[in-house]
């Protein structure tokens, strides 16, 4: 496999970014993403998506964080052996062992057969809004609706990049730090091992979708914004929840 371990040599008081193998890392990741998007940010997306995040017993915070791990279960790899989809771990000096201080999730999307994951035709089909919200009809059509929304620029870009060589693209999916960790410069070395790898496999695209904590870093880190802030195309009754602002950017192809 041709996926890298490491950003770059690690220094024993720093961050070490390593791709994730055991699952423990993984629930331990889904935390620190509770800590900031539930906690932190109330991010109302992220919320919906993780209803059980702060319930305690085996069908609260434990199911959320099962999702996630059997989402890493399932990884598929390209023609070449790579992961199609990479979870990172960031980590710092802990009293007795490392502790996971942020995660990051990258994917390579491609519409051609062993370049990367092909998106369906609707994204909100790998959600599982059925079980996530039984006998719900209503919540379950909002959410179809918001990541129809959220995901479509990215769907349009994947498409676009068919007929070009290589035929892929590197999408961040996922970053986040625990708030206790935060402004360690963490972020931008999950981003920044990403960027490499993107470079690595024939010099992809990366592309993400920001949000207004996230969009600083990534503009540092070679991102450019493509428009506005995306607008979600949601029924009238929906349209008085809160959602938050998310900006698709993109690094333009690499060298």
Known sequence: MGDQSTLTNPTEGGPWIEVIDQPEDIIAGFDCAANAFGKQTCDAIWIAMNPEWDKDGPDGRARAAGRMVEQWRRITYNKDGDANTIFLKATLPGKDRRVVAGIAMWTQFSMVEGCGVQPPDDPSE?????????????????????????????????????????????????????????????????????????????????????????????????????????EYQVDDEFKSRERPPNLFMRTGVGP
């Open 126 to 230: 790998p959600l599982g809004l059925e079980k996530l919200y039984p006998n719900d009809e209503t919540e379950q059509r909002y959410l179809r609706q918001l990541f129809r929304s959220f995901m479509k620029r990215r769907g349009e870009v994947i498409r676009e990049k068919e007929a070009s060589q290589p035929p892929s693209l590197m999408h961040l999916e996922l970053c986040v730090v625990d708030p206790a960790y935060q402004r360690k410069g963490i972020a931008s070395k999950l981003v920044q091992w990403g960027l490499d790898e993107a470079r690595r496999r024939g010099g992809l695209e990366a592309t993400t979708e920001a949000s207004s904590m996230g969009r600083h870093v990534y503009k540092r880190l070679g991102f450019q914004p493509e428009g506005s802030d995306l």
